[in-house]
Every structure is written in C-alpha cells, then in structure tokens.
C-alpha cells in the first residue's frame, strides 16, 4: 500500500513557475512507476509526466514537453512536478499516481492516488 500526498499548488500568472511535490508514505516507493495527471472542470483526467522507479527513464504528454520536468528522491519518497512558463490551460487539480506496470500513461493502469492540488493560472 502506498498513500499519497499532494502539495505546492496555488495561484500563479501566467508564464510563472510552481512545483509541486508528492510525499509517499510506504517503504517500497522505489518499486513504483511514479506519474501526474490533471483533471480540468468538465474534463477527463489526463496524463501529463510520468517516471520510472530509479528516476532516469521519464515521459511527457506533448503539450507540457519543454516546460514540465518530473523527478524523484527515493531517499526522501517524494515525486516532484517543475512547471515552468505556465498557461491559463494548465489550470486543473493536479494528482500523482503509483503503479508497478510497465504502462505510462493509462490512468486505470495506476493503483494510488492523491487527493489532489489545484494549479490555478491567470491570464
């Protein structure tokens, strides 16, 4: 079992910066395929970064390629989402999810999940 725990969403102009963090509890967060999805008013949730168990493989959805980096520290279980040159599109609740397939952005194939934290950009 691995709980979750968002943090480091807010309010921000567009073209700022935030980074969010996902803090694991569980001492087998290394085992897990680590990733980030979004979820818009009225809109699925879709895939957004995803990284593998040792940190040197990741995987980005097209449109935040350039200006999102995901990265862990197993030592500290936590995952952690660079957002940089943000745009009044990225606002959405942001999740992070574990899962041990070797699927990468599948939503049904992540096992946990977190509650959630809001990104908000303005125009």
């Known amino acids: 079992q691995v709980q979750l725990v968002e943090s480091g969403g807010g309010l921000v102009q567009a073209g700022g910066s935030l980074r969010l963090s996902c803090a694991a509890s569980?001492?087998?967060?290394?085992?897990?395929?680590m990733g980030w999805f979004r979820q818009a008013p009225g809109k699925e949730r879709e895939f957004v970064a995803t990284?593998?168990?040792?940190?040197?493989?990741?995987y980005y959805e097209d449109s935040v390629k350039g200006r999102f980096t995901i990265s862990r520290d197993n030592a500290k279980n936590t995952v952690y989402l660079q957002m940089n040159s943000l745009k009044p599109e990225d606002t959405a609740v942001y999740y992070c999810?574990?899962?041990?397939?070797?699927?990468?952005?599948?939503?049904?194939?992540?096992?946990?999940w977190g509650q959630g934290t809001q990104v908000t950009v303005s125009s």
């Open positions: 999810a574990a899962q041990r397939t070797l699927s990468r952005s599948i939503v049904s194939d992540y096992d946990y």
């Open positions: 569980g001492r087998t967060f290394s085992s897990y395929r």
């Open positions: 990284i593998n168990w040792s940190g040197d493989k990741t």
